[in-house]
């Protein structure tokens, strides 16, 4: 005899409410649309469990739950220009780093939250007003286009330049952009950006 409360009978059956019984023929109905398969545990009322037919893989990139170097070696070469989504506790950038320098990269490391206009600051002569703390005239400078300056450093047998650009989710969707067309306007460069976690 089952007490009152109780969610399991004398057998081991589950005692269901009426209730309940409409909220899981629903909830079975749905899911059965969707494709998913439900399980009812036993002596523990509605406990689900659910499966489905994807993996970890599907959701967060295959190359984030196994290193794959060599189809990232190919993606550089094909695609030139990258956005990457690192996970939180690091590594896998380093390894894709160290892989580039080996093949005979040489890099330029930008943050984009101090980047400013990246057309202007890579490719054009730019104005730098520095801080003054009061009583120091305004001054500007102008540097050269910081990508044809490291460009025209490269050793003889490098391989390419690597713009390598952390921070790289606040950049609007123009500033990307320009970054992705970057490689067509300066065939030696290869962009990488990492846009997040």
Same mark, same amino acid.
């Given at each position: 005899?089952?007490?009152?409360? =109780?969610?399991?009978?004398g057998?081991?059956?589950?005692v269901i409410n009426?209730?309940w019984?409409q909220?899981?023929w629903?909830?079975?109905r ?9 399980k009812? =545990?036993r ?9 489905c037919?994807i993996g970890?893989g599907?959701?967060i990139?295959?190359?984030l ?5 060599g =189809?990232?070696?190919?993606?550089v070469?094909?695609?030139k220009?990258?956005?990457i ?9 380093g ?6 320098r080996?093949?005979g990269?040489?890099f330029l ?12 600051t ?5 104005p730098?007003c520095p ?6 005239p ?9 990508l ?5 450093l490269l050793?003889p ?16 969707k ?18 990488i ?5």
């Amino acid at each position: 005899m089952a007490a009152a409360g =109780s969610l399991c009978n004398g057998v081991g059956q589950p005692v269901i409410n009426p209730r309940w019984q409409q909220q899981l023929w629903l909830r079975k109905r749905a899911t059965a649309m969707r494709g998913v398969e439900r399980k009812e =545990s036993r002596c523990l009322g509605m406990r689900l469990v659910i499966t489905c037919g994807i993996g970890l893989g599907d959701l967060i990139g295959g190359d984030l739950v196994k290193l794959d170097l060599g =189809s990232w070696l190919s993606d550089v070469e094909e695609h030139k220009a990258l956005a990457i989504y690192t996970p939180h506790e690091g590594g896998y950038e380093g390894r894709y780093f160290t892989r580039l320098r080996y093949q005979g990269y040489h890099f330029l490391d930008l943050s984009a939250r101090g980047l400013g206009d990246p057309e202007t600051t890579l490719t054009k002569i730019h104005p730098v007003c520095p801080a003054h703390v009061g009583k120091q005239p305004i001054a500007r400078w102008y540097f050269p286009p910081e990508l044809d300056y490291r460009l025209s450093l490269l050793p003889p047998n490098a391989k390419g330049l690597v713009v390598w650009i952390i921070e790289a989710k606040v950049l609007s969707k123009s500033e990307l952009q320009f970054l992705a067309l970057l490689p067509i306007l300066r065939p030696n460069v290869r962009v990488i950006a990492e846009c997040g976690n």
